[in-house]
């Protein structure tokens, strides 16, 4: 994974306790090197899309825990569940959640491959039957594991429910009712831990690769994106 130098993009977590220094700040390339190529912490195995902090602030591990997000506009809470899943179950586990939202969805193709400063493009696509969606998606499940500046979010406005892939290749579910996505994550057998920090709320570096942009241009054809919103 020598090559990872090259694309890493060091992201660190808002109100970082004053840390000033990055855990890879000073690691030699070796140091470096083998740190990218610890996949597995305990039973849960990462993709190849992102890697914690060379110090392990956050161990990374299966689970989900409850959050709440609030519209600054309307003040409207709005319940939200975080998950993080082995990289085993993790894409199947996302495209089980995808049921609830209907026969008829929204894409959002999320990417920061063309940004800089953390700045993402955002690629929309309308009204896209579920089961064809499903379809194309798993054909570019490896792109998706393993691409750390791509995420994807489906969703239908109409119930309104959104479920998140996002480029950590954590979960992210959005909505009333979201106790159906609960379910889900327990007959995967992903524990529900209150306290869980999850790798973005620490120092962690994403990888990514020219062939993962060319895989993406693919996909974006695929899904019947063939302009770009900002």
Same mark, same amino acid.
């Given at each position: 994974?020598?090559?990872?130098?090259?694309?890493?993009?060091?992201?660190?977590?808002?109100?970082?306790?004053?840390?000033?220094?990055?855990?890879?700040?000073?690691?030699?390339?070796?140091?470096?090197?083998?740190?990218?190529?610890?996949?597995?912490?305990? @039973?849960?195995?990462?993709? +190849?899309?992102? *890697?914690?902090?060379? !110090? /392990?602030? $956050?161990?990374?591990?299966?689970? #989900?825990?409850?959050?709440?997000?609030?519209?600054?506009?309307?003040?409207?809470?709005?319940?939200?569940?975080?998950?993080?899943?082995?990289?085993?179950?993790?894409?199947?586990?996302?495209?089980?959640?995808?049921?609830?939202?209907?026969?008829?969805?929204?894409?959002?193709?999320?990417?920061?491959?063309?940004?800089? @400063?953390?700045?993402?493009? +955002?690629?929309? *696509?309308?009204?896209? !039957? /579920?089961? $064809?969606?499903?379809?194309?998606? #798993?054909?570019?499940?490896?792109?998706?594991?393993?691409?750390?500046?791509?995420?994807?979010?489906?969703?239908?406005?109409?119930?309104?429910?959104?479920?998140?892939?996002?480029?950590?290749?954590?979960?992210?579910?959005?909505?009333?009712?979201?106790?159906?996505?609960?379910?889900?994550?327990?007959?995967?057998?992903?524990?529900?831990?209150?306290?869980?920090?999850?790798?973005?709320?620490?120092?962690?570096?994403?990888?990514?690769?020219?062939?993962?942009?060319?895989?993406?241009?693919?996909?974006?054809?695929?899904?019947?994106?063939?302009?770009?919103?900002?």
């Amino acid at each position: 994974m020598g090559f990872l130098k090259k694309f890493l993009k060091t992201t660190y977590r808002d109100n970082s306790a004053g840390k000033s220094r990055s855990s890879f700040e000073s690691l030699s390339e070796d140091q470096l090197e083998t740190h990218l190529n610890i996949a597995k912490y305990g @039973n849960f195995m990462l993709t +190849d899309a992102i *890697r914690p902090s060379y !110090d /392990l602030e $956050v161990v990374p591990q299966a689970g #989900y825990r409850h959050d709440v997000y609030t519209d600054k506009e309307t003040g409207i809470k709005i319940p939200v569940l975080m998950a993080s899943a082995s990289k085993e179950i993790l894409f199947d586990l996302f495209m089980d959640l995808l049921d609830p939202l209907g026969a008829e969805v929204d894409v959002v193709l999320e990417t920061s491959h063309e940004g800089s @400063n953390n700045q993402h493009q +955002d690629l929309y *696509r309308e009204h896209m !039957d /579920l089961p $064809v969606l499903k379809s194309t998606l #798993y054909d570019y499940e490896d792109l998706l594991l393993n691409d750390g500046c791509a995420g994807l979010a489906v969703l239908n406005p109409q119930i309104p429910l959104e479920v998140q892939f996002d480029e950590h290749k954590l979960l992210i579910m959005y909505g009333q009712g979201i106790e159906q996505f609960e379910h889900t994550l327990e007959e995967y057998g992903i524990p529900h831990i209150s306290d869980l920090k999850f790798i973005t709320e620490a120092e962690h570096v994403h990888s990514s690769s020219d062939e993962s942009i060319e895989e993406l241009d693919q996909l974006k054809y695929r899904l019947g994106i063939d302009f770009d919103f900002e």
